[in-house]
C-alpha cells in the first residue's frame, strides 16, 4: 500500500496523480490490481498534513509520496518509511537531503526549477508590460521556501528598478484581500509565486486578475491554459511519471539512498495571446519566439 499525501485539492492534481500511476505501472504496479494507494488532500490547509501523514504512518504504508510542503509533514511522521517527493524548491538548503547524489535517510526524489524563476518572471513582466515599475508578489508564507521566493523577489525588483509589494495569503479570502489591496496600489503588473495552494486555488486568481484587468505571470502552465497571461517555470508532468517510477523500484525493494535526487533544469515559458489581447498588450515578436507554448 502506497500512500500519496499532496497539500493542494483532488480536482487540481487528479492529472498528475494520474501520471504518477503512470509511472508507477511502468514498474508493473497498477492501483487496485497489485497495489493500493490511499490518497490524502489538504486542500490548501497546510495544517492538516501532519495528521494525514501521521494517519499514513499508522496504517503501515510501504512508501510515501509527498508533494510540496507536504514532503515536510512525511519527513517529520516517519524516519523508516521512504519518501519519494516531487517539489519546487532546493531539497539541500531545506534539510530534505544533505547530497543529491546519494541521499541519506529515506529520502529521494525529484525537484524542478520552480522556486527560482522570481528573478526571470519579473523580467518578463517587464518585457511585456514595459511600464511595469509598480509590481507586487503574491505569496503563501506557509510554502516552505516562502522566504527565498520573497528574497530573491526583492533583489530582482531592486535591480529592474522596480517597487515591489508584497502580499500574503493562505487562504481564500485572504487572496480576495491581496488583490483589492493590489488595487489599492494601482500595482501595474503581479508575480503569484509557485505554491500548491495557489494551485488549488487557480481559478479564482485567474477571475480576479482578468476581473481588474492586471497582468500576472505565474509559476505554473495550468494558470495560462485556464486563462492566466503567462506563466513561467519548470514543469512538474514528467517529474511526477518518475516519482511513481521511483516509488515501484522501492516497492521492488531498492533503497531511498540508492535512487539519487533528479533536478529538472528545464524552464518552459507559456503565453497566452487571447488574454494578452483582452489587456490591451501588445506581446513582442522576441518574447513569441522564446516561447514553449502559445495558447491563441
Same mark, same amino acid.
Given at each position: 500500500?502506497?500512500g500519496? %499525501?499532496n497539500?493542494?485539492?483532488?480536482w487540481?492534481?487528479?492529472?498528475l496523480?494520474?501520471?504518477?500511476r503512470?509511472?508507477l505501472?511502468?514498474?508493473?504496479f497498477?492501483?487496485?490490481l497489485n ?6 488532500w ?11 501523514a501521521a494517519?499514513?504512518?499508522r496504517?503501515r504504508?510501504?512508501?510515501i509520496f509527498?508533494?510540496g ?6 519527513k517529520?511522521a516517519t ?7 516531487a517539489?519546487?524548491?532546493d531539497?539541500?538548503?531545506?534539510g530534505?537531503?544533505?547530497? %543529491?547524489?546519494?541521499?541519506?535517510d529515506?529520502?529521494?526524489g525529484f525537484t524542478? %526549477? ?7 518572471s519579473?523580467?518578463l513582466?517587464?518585457?511585456l508590460?514595459p511600464p511595469?515599475?509598480n509590481?507586487a ?7 516552505p521556501s516562502?522566504?527565498? !521566493?520573497l528574497?530573491?523577489?526583492?533583489a530582482?525588483a531592486?535591480t ?8 500574503? #495569503?493562505?487562504?481564500?479570502s485572504?487572496i480576495d484581500?491581496a488583490?483589492?489591496?493590489?488595487i489599492q496600489?494601482?500595482v501595474d ?5 509557485? +505554491?500548491?495552494f495557489f494551485?488549488?486555488?487557480? +481559478? !479564482?486568481?485567474?477571475?480576479? #486578475?482578468?476581473r481588474? #484587468? ?11 491554459v485556464?486563462?492566466g497571461l503567462?506563466s513561467?517555470?519548470g514543469?512538474?508532468?514528467?517529474m511526477?511519471r !518518475?516519482?511513481?517510477?521511483?516509488v ?8 531511498p539512498?540508492d535512487l539519487?535526487v533528479v !533536478? ?13 489581447? #483582452?489587456?490591451?498588450?501588445s506581446?513582442?515578436?522576441s518574447?513569441l519566439?522564446r516561447? +514553449?507554448?502559445v495558447?491563441e
Open positions: 500500500m502506497i500519496f %499525501l497539500g493542494g485539492s483532488a487540481e492534481y487528479e492529472p496523480a494520474a501520471i504518477f503512470r509511472g505501472s511502468e514498474t508493473g497498477v492501483e487496485s497495489v493500493f494507494i490511499e490518497y490524502r489538504a486542500e490548501g490547509h497546510y495544517e492538516r498534513m501532519p495528521t494525514m494517519d499514513l504512518v496504517r504504508v510501504t512508501a509527498a508533494n510542503p507536504a514532503v515536510v509533514a512525511a517529520d524516519s523508516t518509511i521512504p519518501i519519494v517527493f517539489v519546487g524548491f531539497p539541500i538548503a531545506s530534505l537531503v544533505t547530497r %543529491l547524489s546519494r541521499p541519506e529515506n529520502l529521494t524542478n %526549477l520552480l522556486d527560482e524563476v522570481a528573478p526571470k519579473l523580467e513582466l517587464r518585457e508590460v511595469a515599475t509590481v508578489i503574491l505569496l503563501n508564507p506557509a510554502y516562502a522566504e527565498n !521566493q528574497r530573491d523577489g526583492q530582482a531592486r529592474l528598478g522596480m517597487q515591489l509589494h508584497v502580499m500574503n #495569503a493562505s487562504t481564500e485572504q484581500t488583490f483589492a489591496a493590489f496600489q494601482s503588473a503581479i508575480f503569484v509565486a509557485g +505554491d500548491p494551485a488549488s486555488r487557480r +481559478d !479564482q486568481i485567474v477571475a480576479l #486578475a482578468a481588474h #484587468a492586471i497582468p500576472a505571470i505565474y509559476a505554473r502552465r495550468e494558470f495560462p485556464a486563462g503567462m513561467y517555470g514543469g512538474v508532468v514528467d511526477y !518518475q516519482a511513481g517510477t521511483y515501484g523500484r522501492i516497492l521492488k525493494g531498492e533503497k539512498a539519487p !533536478q529538472s533544469t528545464k524552464i518552459e515559458l507559456i503565453l497566452n495571446l487571447k488574454t494578452a489581447k #483582452a489587456l490591451g498588450l506581446v513582442p515578436t518574447l519566439a516561447a +514553449d507554448e495558447i
